[in-house]
């Protein structure tokens, strides 16, 4: 049976690469659809406007989702399983006519993206191993470009392209390494931690902010994580604050505000090493906002994750929660 379900504005309702078995009807509030474009790589942003569906081409081709889908402010979704969509479509041929329109502007708009794609003239085996390189450092794929560059470096280390591919090589060396940066540790390890010798100040104001936390001045705390993203001087301390401030909102009950932090967090980490705890808080902040659909959304999306062991403690706490709210 078709039922509305509320989100809060920040929120992601599906995240690229989710598994697509719901088709979703825009009652109010207004969408971001969110994904790449297949030329540039660039990030492409289309506005569901109300009385729209959306999510519905990859529901009916059974594929994963191809795009982030984001509440810009307070949205209520209907949402329809595929049988469901099926069946309404069946009986309302406007509903049909609809859909094809959609299809057919998304089916034109790849077409002109792939046919001047096939229109450039066609590059080397070297210009386009450099490019692919080219490609990940532009998209901060890091650890892509990394192996690319060096790839390149093997293959034609007196190449035109040596001297810049030796220098991108030597800038994603250290970009690798920061880009997802691991949060810090657990509260009860935070009073044993502390800066090395020769750190960054945002580094010392870092282990500042988790004795705080050590403490349960979780106010103090979120005061100065903000202080250092609001800095931005150090990129692996901003990460692991970004994450930090989320918690720290879980902890003094801002539950929305959790799920609007949290979301900037996957959204600007998506490879963030504790992505899997983060939608863990989201989905506790869902459910003790009373939005036990929602919830089971994030502890779902936890357990589909081909994670790491790190992942371990945020699954079995997924799993926990997930057979509290079925039973």
């Given at each position: 049976?078709?039922?509305?379900?509320?989100?809060?504005?920040?929120?992601?309702?599906?995240?690229?690469?989710?598994?697509a078995d719901k088709v979703f009807l825009l009652q109010s509030g207004k969408v971001n659809l969110v994904y790449q474009d297949i030329?540039?790589?660039?990030?492409?942003?289309?506005?569901?406007q109300q009385g729209e569906f959306f999510?519905?081409?990859?529901?009916?081709?059974?594929?994963?989702?191809e795009e982030n889908a984001a509440a810009i402010m307070d949205v209520t979704a209907m949402t329809f399983t595929v049988p469901e969509f099926e069946a309404l479509?069946?009986?309302?041929?406007?509903?049909?006519?609809?859909m094809l329109k959609v299809l057919s502007n998304q089916l034109r708009?790849?077409?002109?993206?792939?046919?001047?794609?096939?229109a450039k003239e066609e590059q080397s085996p070297e210009d386009g191993l450099y490019s692919v390189g080219e490609?990940?450092?532009?998209?901060?794929?890091?650890?892509?470009?990394?192996?690319v560059f060096s790839r390149y470096l093997v293959y034609y280390p007196s190449g035109k392209n040596a001297a810049q591919a030796a220098a991108n090589l030597r800038q994603v060396e250290g970009l690798a390494t920061t880009r997802a940066a691991p949060s810090s540790p657990p509260p009860n390890q935070a009073a044993q931690a502390s800066p090395k010798q020769g750190q960054s100040e945002a580094a010392k104001a870092f282990y500042e902010a988790m004795s705080f936390v050590s403490q349960q001045k979780n106010s103090q705390a979120y005061l100065a994580f903000k202080k250092i993203v609001d800095a931005n001087e150090d990129a692996e301390y901003v990460a692991k604050s970004n994450f930090e401030i989320g918690h720290c909102l879980f902890l003094l009950n801002k539950y929305e505000e959790c799920i609007k932090c949290f979301t900037m967090v996957i959204t600007k980490y998506p490879k963030h090493p504790d992505l899997a705890d983060a939608l863990f808080y989201?989905?506790?902040?869902?459910?003790?906002?009373?939005?036990k659909e929602q919830a089971q959304t994030f502890y779902k999306k936890i357990l589909s994750m081909s994670g790491s062991e790190d992942d371990e403690g945020a699954r079995v706490k997924a799993k926990r929660a997930l057979s509290a709210l079925e039973g």
């Open positions: 049976m078709p039922k509305p379900l509320p989100y809060k504005a920040g929120s992601l309702i599906y995240f690229r690469g989710d598994p030329e540039t790589g660039e990030d492409v942003h289309d506005l569901v999510g519905v081409k990859s529901a009916l081709g059974r594929y994963p989702r479509a069946a009986a309302n041929t406007r509903i049909i006519m609809k708009k790849i077409h002109k993206q792939v046919s001047s794609l096939m490609y990940y450092l532009k998209t901060k794929n890091y650890d892509h470009a990394r192996y989201m989905g506790q902040s869902y459910e003790k906002s009373n939005m």
